[in-house]
Structures are given as C-alpha cells and as structure tokens.
C-alpha cells in the first residue's frame, strides 16, 4: 500500500512558476512508477508527467513539454512537479499517482483512460493560475 500527500498548490499569476510535492509513505516507493494528473473544471482528468522506477526517464505530455519539470527524490520519497511559465489554462487540481509496474508499465499513465488505469491516487493540490 502506499499513500501520497501532495503539497504546495496556490494562487499565482500569469508567469509565474510554482512548485508541487507529493510524499509517499509505505513500503516499495522505488518500485512504482510515479507521475501527475490534473483534473479542471468540467474536463477529463489528463496524465501530464511519469517517471520510470527502472530507467529514471521522465516523460511528458506534449503541451506541457519545456514548461514542466518531473524530479525525484529517492531518500526523501518525494517526487516534485516544477511548472514555470504558468498559464489561465493550467488552472486545475493536481493529482500525484503511483503505479505497479507490473500490471500496466508507463502505459497507464501515457495511455491512461480512467482512474482504475493508477494503482494508488494523492487527494490533489489545488493550482489556480490568474491573470
């Protein structure tokens, strides 16, 4: 089992950058592929990053790609989300998830069709981008 706690959503502005933490706690976090989602209002939750528990490659939704940076960090059992050059549109709650390689591989997440596609969910950051 393993839980996620995402922290560090808020109000900014246009331009501005902001940073999204999410803490697993439970056993085998090196062993799960772990990436982020966001949900806005009236819209389909979308897979936004992944990063691979064997190789370490971050990969990337295309319209995110230069903007938003995936880190991790193993002793800290965090992975990280850095948004820069924030935009209106990437107003939305934002969801760490975590995945067992074993039963999807990166494909529930670069092909992610529902929520049943992610083993274990975080409860979301709220980002809302003004103006």
């Known amino acids: 089992q393993v839980r996620l706690v995402e922290s560090g959503g808020g109000t900014v502005q246009a331009g501005d950058s902001l940073t999204l933490s999410c803490t697993a706690s439970?056993?085998?976090?090196?062993?799960?592929?772990l990436g982020w989602f966001r949900q806005s209002p009236g819209k389909e939750r979308e897979y936004l990053a992944v990063?691979?528990?064997?190789?370490?490659?971050?990969y990337y939704k295309e319209d995110v790609k230069g903007r938003f940076t995936l880190t991790r960090d193993n002793a800290k059992k965090t992975i990280y989300l850095q948004m820069d050059s924030l935009r209106p549109d990437d107003t939305a709650i934002y969801y760490c998830a975590a995945d067992d390689p074993t039963t999807g591989g990166l494909g529930s997440f670069l092909y992610y069709r529902n929520n049943h596609d992610i083993d274990f969910w975080g409860q979301g950051a709220q980002v809302t981008v003004t103006q």
């Open positions: 990063i691979s528990w064997t190789s370490g490659n971050v």
């Open positions: 439970g056993r085998n976090f090196n062993s799960y592929n």
